[in-house]
């Protein structure tokens, strides 16, 4: 059973367009986080919710918007996309706010924006 | 903010050497320390972390970390490397913003193992 999942693995879509990205985990956890990874592989967490409640939202972009439906998932939707968007973005989760059990990630997305 | 550095950016082992990923801290107060690694087109694998206690942490697939407070150092650590060993290691600090906690990671360290 896939722990963290992700939907879809590649994304390749043009300047301008928008899209989402879906994450559900099974773990009952009650954290979710969603990260970009660039080029370089440097890894920086965007945004997170507790219980369906964001708690960290970073210096990201206005046109990210992370939805939690419900505790066990949450997705990402971008709008107007950028060249500059294109990266890997991982999903993770963790018991707890304060993650100190460890988070556990998603097999990530890749988007490429032409 | 806490950070950790990872000063190499490859770190090259033979087969059956033991192996070393550096990682040094900066924090304030207690750290909260993990080591991860990222298989090529897979996501994090949470190896092994640090929060109070023994300062040599065992971990999965053999893996282990000396936590040094005098040296700011938790190093990751092998015995014995294997091939399958290669990958993309990443050190990160729990880093606490009010009620929240975000992990900060450092810039990973890719190690390659060869026969």
């Known amino acids: 059973d896939t722990a963290v999942s992700q939907t879809p693995k590649y994304l390749v879509t043009q300047m301008g367009n928008d899209k989402s990205i879906k994450c559900e985990q099974n773990?009952?956890?009650?954290?979710m986080y969603w990260y970009k990874q660039d080029s370089k592989k440097f890894l920086k967490i965007m945004f997170s919710?507790?219980?369906?409640?964001?708690?960290i939202n970073e210096t990201v972009p206005n046109r990210f918007s992370p939805k939690s439906p419900d505790k066990a998932h949450l997705n990402l939707h971008i709008n107007s996309l950028e060249l500059g968007d294109s990266a890997v973005y991982f999903c993770?989760?963790?018991?707890?706010?304060?993650?100190?059990?460890?988070?556990?990630f998603g097999p990530g997305t890749r988007l490429t924006v032409l | 903010a806490q950070s950790v550095a990872q000063p190499e950016d490859q770190v090259n082992v033979a087969e059956g050497n033991p192996l070393t990923v550096k990682c040094t801290y900066s924090?304030?107060?207690?750290?909260?320390l993990f080591w991860y690694v990222q298989y090529p087109n897979r996501g994090l694998q949470f190896l092994l972390k640090?929060?109070?206690?023994?300062?040599l942490v065992k971990g999965s697939y053999g893996f282990e970390a000396e936590f040094n407070k005098s040296q700011t150092s938790f190093h990751l650590k092998k015995p014995s490397a294997l091939v399958s060993d290669s990958a993309l290691y990443f050190c990160?600090?729990?880093?606490?913003?009010?009620?929240?906690?975000?992990?900060?990671f450092g810039t990973g360290t890719r190690l390659q193992v060869t026969l």
């Open positions: 640090y929060i109070t206690g023994d300062n």
């Open positions: 924090v304030s107060g207690n750290p909260y």
């Open positions: 773990l009952g956890h009650d954290t």
């Open positions: 990160a600090v729990r880093d606490d913003t009010g009620t929240a906690s975000k992990l900060t």
């Open positions: 919710y507790n219980n369906k409640e964001l708690i």
């Open positions: 993770a989760s963790s018991q707890g706010a304060s993650g100190g059990a460890g988070q556990f």
